[in-house]
């Protein structure tokens, strides 16, 4: 490196490092930056796994979600029929740590879905995690698109709350296990880039 | 404070109080942050009230709101009877500065919410407030839990337009009033942490 | 401007320039401000086109979207009747770069909206832009309030994945043709203000 001459050019220096350690730094890096395909370190992470059990006419005591409603028309369900395209599913799912349906539950994860293709299986999701546990209390707010078929679909976390105050991140979703159309496990790995 | 020796030095000293002040600026203090439980000050702060009336069949003239469909199944009212479980509400509410459903309306709260659990009330609520004031024009958009037997329930904003342009924030909403299962005013007190 | 007389306000001059610089530069721009009514540049544009053709009950292979469900009570249709208050469409929409429907398209749109006025048209939409190009792969997540009979109506985007990661930014929608109450095409002109 250049040798300093003088006590001038050393602050100098001295200002040019700290712009450029600011420049640098990690909290910088999570600030909105026109570029794309960088690879940002997630602030908070947090996997957990959910439950969904559809009613069907004869599970009412264990069923944690239903459908709703039905397209409009002649007939009711020729739209509907192979892959739900139109139904509204409402559910409030236990959340566990594991892939166990019976692990305590830490939360409930509550909202919509609707199945929304006539030929594949796909839905959009709005939903939330409520969370109540010693490690975290608050809510997590997400919203996407979810291609059932694919291995992993990711979608957003567009706020939160308590603990996940203004926070927001990308959740990658997995179908971990499901039993026929009536019982349905997915995983989620929650990443936050905005922490507060 | 040391006395400035040469001009040097005080250009040192100006540089290094305008780094400070920009690091611990309000505006720098709203960024991203790792830590959690931090007291934020509100860029924005408002309080709006907004009263839902459900249609129940026989008020059309005034009704504001409307339950769709019900869950699906051999018997349909079976999940959806004493908490409406799977019941959706889209609603047009109007929008007031105070408690009183007939005051001049500032704007409309538009959307729609699921009740969804089978043993309490709880919803997911997805809406915008539309205003129009002269103190306001643009919309804000909120999704989150409402758990309604909590006496507050906080939500995420998630976005907004016109003069809520970019804006996020947290929304707690209060069941200020309620007759039956008919009319329902909520209070919503919004704090905006990022206002652009 | 002012001649430098030593070499040490020249290094003043540079560090305030670089501070300036820093505040006024395009990034910073996007960062919240307590403000309003600035004019951002936005750091990505897309304009897409997308095309609604709702199910009547006899074009279900054409069809793309379908109404679900009804308000409830003894006449399912009365607050429903003229602007479909309380129904909603469920989409799997083709986007297209152009007007034309026929062109090759470059992902979906797929989501919900709820149509939720009694005296007009108005939605409260929840969808994804889900593409799938050379030029962008990835989803683009929206929600917000579309008062229809307006020319233009701005609504959040709230989060996206892939290409579109953790992008914010106001969409806005115009209906560029329709014929009757089966088709619709809409013009998404997409301002992202954060982009990573």
């Given at each position: 490196m250049a040798r300093a001459r003088s006590t001038?050019?050393?602050?100098?220096?001295i200002i040019i490092l700290l712009l450029i350690s600011f420049f640098s730094s990690p909290s910088s890096a999570a600030y909105p930056a026109a570029t794309k395909k960088k690879q940002y370190k997630p602030c908070k992470h947090l996997v957990l796994f959910f439950h969904d059990i559809i009613y069907n006419g004869e599970n009412a005591a264990n069923a944690t979600s239903a459908m709703?409603?039905?397209?409009a028309g002649a007939n009711l369900t020729i739209l509907a029929d192979k892959f739900h395209f139109g139904n509204m599913v409402v559910f409030?799912?236990?959340?566990t740590l594991d892939n166990n349906?019976?692990?305590?539950?830490?939360g409930r994860a509550q909202g919509m879905y609707v199945y929304?293709?006539?030929?594949?299986?796909?839905?959009?999701?709005?939903?939330?995690f409520v969370l109540n546990t010693t490690d975290y209390q608050g809510s997590i707010n997400f919203i996407g698109a979810d291609p059932l078929?694919?291995?992993t679909r990711d979608i957003s976390v567009v706020g939160g709350t308590g603990d996940f105050f203004m926070h927001r991140g990308v959740a990658t979703v997995m179908t971990d296990s499901f039993e026929g159309e009536v019982y349905f496990r997915l995983s989620v790995d929650i990443n936050f880039y905005e922490c507060w």
């Open positions: 001038t050019s050393s602050i100098a220096q709703v409603g039905a397209p409030d799912d236990p959340i349906l019976h692990s305590p539950p830490v929304d293709t006539k030929n594949t299986y796909t839905a959009w999701l709005g939903f939330s078929m694919n291995k």
